[in-house]
């Protein structure tokens, strides 16, 4: 389920774009994907922005939307910006796209997204196509222990690294450029399955965390320095690359 809000005042592009990760001001050009993160770097929730009769608006999983609002008005002060629910559904599909739908941005397999009165799918396999994309999911693969740029968000164009600061920026723009990245999500092979969320260990040390499975694939969370040959998790085999 998805939550719709919309973000109203004289002050609401300018009060986000110094939050989120990307910037706001594609929403003329379609819908945009971003994330919120905490002064350390950290995720805090993940969205895809969209403009709609010159408002903003904010689409986000149902069961963090209250703690984000709340985060955002945390930030709002006295600012003159408003945050309110509206009765906008979003269709979801990958086949031929309505009219007013909007491509997803992170994947050209995510296909379309379109706002108004329904809501549903049109029967697509999402965990498969996550999977095969590894493409992360609000809750599962994306925690409060994230940093994006492990979970793959410049790859699935989630951030803008030239348009200026925002909370948690520094952190990103640090991994960006200083560091090389020896942890993060990748598609694994499976013999098996486990449960989301069981741990991954290479000849008996940690190596990562499981998560999302279809098929004999499946996301995982890895220590890249430790991601060779035959890894467990629980009763199934991992290992990666997938080929």
């Known amino acids: 389920m998805r939550s719709i809000h919309q973000i109203t005042g004289t002050a609401a592009r300018d ?7 990307n910037d706001v001001n594609k929403t003329s050009e379609g819908l945009v994907y971003a994330a919120m993160l905490t002064p350390q770097g950290k995720y805090l929730a993940d969205f895809f922005l969209f403009e709609r009769d010159g408002i903003l608006h904010l689409d986000v999983a149902s069961d963090i939307a209250a703690s984000l609002v709340q985060r955002l008005n945390m930030y709002r002060l006295r600012a003159d910006v408003q945050i309110t629910e ?3 559904h979003v269709q979801q599909g990958t086949g031929r796209a309505p009219e007013g739908a909007l491509s997803d941005p992170r994947h050209p397999a995510l296909g379309w997204r379109l706002y108004g009165a329904l809501q549903g799918d049109d029967g697509t396999d999402w965990d498969a196509i996550r999977v095969a994309h590894c493409i992360p999911e609000t809750g599962i693969e994306l925690t409060p222990d994230t940093f994006i740029l492990e979970a793959g968000f410049e790859r699935l164009n989630g951030v803008d690294f030239r348009k200026g600061c925002y909370v948690g920026q520094e952190v990103a723009a640090r991994m960006k450029h200083k560091t090389e990245l020896r942890k993060g999500l990748a598609t694994v092979a499976i013999d098996g399955a486990a449960p989301v969320g069981t741990p991954i260990t290479a000849d008996g040390k940690p190596a990562g965390t499981l998560y999302t499975q279809s098929g ?4 995982a ?10 890894m467990q998790a629980g009763n199934a085999t991992v290992t990666y690359p997938t080929d």
């Open 216 to 219: 004999n694939r499946g996301i």
């Open 15 to 21: 009060f986000l774009q110094g939050l989120v990760t």
């Open 86 to 88: 509206t009765g906008l």
């Open 221 to 230: 969370y890895l220590r890249l320095d430790r991601a060779e040959g035959a």
